[in-house]
Every structure is written in structure tokens, then in C-alpha cells.
């Protein structure tokens, strides 16, 4: 079983027009729709926004569905000039900006009881997604993509995130979802199409940049599916 998790209708509802044979479930308050791609099972969710819901839908992927992967799925924010609107990226590891137990004498970002602030993707998964962007012909770039509950347009917090965590990208769903996966053993990936440069134009470029992301996004997890 593969499992996808997209935060918005926008990001899975293609996803889901590619299956047959479909069943769909309620879990928690999130709609789990399972099909078949091919010979392959795959079940698709939309999580809602933000790292709790995402988090919530993550677990119970996992414990109703036992995917042996999960893909987390969507647009995001750039953070590099070496990307415009549209490219592609792809995790090697996810952080989560916006934990900060600092004052204590903790790394920014650092994951309380698993004492990291990187979680590693699965690597066999994330070579397979650069080969699937590649055959699509989209330019990509692979790297830390960073999470939290803020939808970034400014500067100084994208400069923030950029200098503490060597971030390429940023959302709000992929560090969570991380998260989950890594204490439950299970591998995972995360895989974003530029939608806004995460600066002082964000809020509108969003809401016109992101169709065209998200269709981006769908095409190369539409490659991914016939190639894993």
C-alpha cells in the first residue's frame, strides 16, 4: 500500500481521478479514499492545513492502512533563487521551524524525546521521485524542506528559516508528517512544487500560482506511481 497525504483538495483531488476500483473511509474526521493504480494499492487523504491535522491523518494512515510508504504531497514556498514558481522539490530531510525549545539550551528546532532536529527521508523513495521529476521535465532541486504552522511571507522570517536550518522550501505539513513516520518506522517522502517565494508578494502569488503548481506536483507523482 502507498500512501499519499495532501493538506488541500487541490493537491489530491487528481490524484484520486487516477484510481479504480475506490472505497472511501472516514477516519478521525479525515476522508481516506482507496483504489487501485494499476496493480498497485494506494490510499489517498486530504489532511487539512497545518501540522496537527496533518500529524493526526498521518497516524491514522498508518494504523488503519500499514502503507509500506507515505508521500506527503503539495505546493510550498521557495526559498532558493536557484528555483522560480512552478520547479520542483523534493526532501532529502524535513524540519519544524517553528519548534523552539531554545531557551533551554536546545538547538532550534530540535524534536523533544527523539532529539533530533533533521528527520531523514526514505532514500530509495526520494531517488525515485528525482527520477520521476526528471522524466517529467521539470527542474527540481533536492533538499531540507521546512514546516510549521505559518504561512510565510516575509523576508525576515524566510531569511530565519533559510540561516538556521538550510531550508530550500517551506509549508506546513512535511516536518509533521515526518514526524509521525519516523517514530512509527515507517518510510517516507515529501515531494512540493513552488506555488510563492515565501516574501512580501506571497499572499499573491499563492492564490494564482497555485493550480499551476499543484498540477505540476500531480504530474510527477503520476510518473512516480507507474515507475515505484
Request: proline content about 3%.
Amino acid at each position: 500500500m502507498i500512501g499519499i497525504i495532501g493538506a488541500m483538495d487541490i493537491e489530491v483531488e487528481n490524484i484520486k481521478a487516477l484510481l479504480s476500483d475506490i472505497t472511501t473511509e472516514t477516519v478521525s474526521g479525515v476522508d481516506f479514499v482507496k483504489g487501485k493504480f494499476g496493480q498497485k494499492d494506494v490510499v489517498v487523504a486530504k489532511c487539512g492545513v497545518g501540522k496537527v491535522f496533518s500529524a493526526l491523518c498521518t497516524e491514522a494512515m498508518i494504523l488503519k492502512y500499514k502503507p509500506k510508504v507515505i508521500i506527503n504531497v503539495g505546493v510550498a514556498g521557495c526559498l532558493t533563487p536557484e528555483l522560480k514558481i512552478g520547479d520542483i522539490v523534493i526532501a532529502d530531510k524535513v524540519v519544524q521551524h517553528d519548534m523552539d525549545t531554545s531557551p533551554l539550551g536546545d538547538p532550534i528546532g530540535m524534536l523533544s524525546d527523539i532529539n533530533i532536529v533533521h528527520i531523514p527521508t526514505d532514500k530509495d523513495v526520494t531517488a525515485l521521485l528525482e527520477e520521476s521529476v526528471k522524466s517529467a521535465g521539470f527542474d527540481f532541486r533536492t533538499g531540507t524542506i521546512a514546516s510549521g504552522d505559518q504561512f510565510i511571507a516575509d523576508k525576515e522570517k524566510k531569511d530565519f528559516i533559510k540561516s538556521n536550518f538550510g531550508a530550500i522550501s517551506c509549508e506546513m505539513e512535511g516536518g509533521s508528517i515526518g514526524h509521525v513516520c519516523y517514530v512509527n518506522n515507517v518510510p517516507f517522502a515529501v515531494l512540493r512544487a513552488m506555488s510563492d517565494g515565501a516574501d512580501d508578494g506571497a499572499n499573491m502569488d499563492f492564490p494564482t500560482f497555485c493550480k499551476m503548481a499543484a498540477e505540476n506536483e500531480i504530474s510527477v507523482i503520476k510518473n512516480f506511481l507507474s515507475r515505484i
